[in-house]
């Protein structure tokens, strides 16, 4: 199983930007998908996350009211909608779904390589 994120770049304070993150592989179903990141010199944070029965979500504070993810089921992906973007967003973003394989009864947690966001004037 693959995660591979897209959409990341540099953009001013502010702006917008939409991150992308595809799973593919031998995937039976997928639960929760979520979206972390990590700046330079700090731990990794979760972001937000949505979950696979209910499709709930779950933001946290620093991004409440400017971010959205969702999720496409039919194309196992989950992406990031990131609005009024600041200077300390600035962080390498992850994804992470939790993935039952073919023939698996238990989830497994994949990273993706992570994707670059640069909130920069």
């Known amino acids: 199983v693959q995660l591979v994120e897209s959409g990341g770049g540099l953009v001013q304070p502010g702006g917008s930007l939409r991150l992308s993150c595809a799973a593919s592989?031998?995937?039976?179903?997928?639960?929760?998908m979520a979206w972390s990141r990590q700046a330079p010199g700090k731990q990794r944070e979760l972001v937000a996350e949505v979950t696979g029965f209910s499709g709930s979500t779950n933001y946290a504070d620093s991004v409440k009211g400017r971010f959205a993810i969702s999720r496409d089921n039919a194309k196992n992906t989950v992406s990031l909608e990131m609005n009024s973007l600041k200077p300390e967003d600035t962080a390498v973003y992850y994804c992470n779904a939790d993935v039952r394989e073919w023939g698996e009864i238990r989830f497994t947690k994949y990273w993706g390589q992570g994707t670059q966001v640069t909130v920069s004037s």
């Open positions: 592989g031998s995937i039976g179903s997928i639960g929760d």
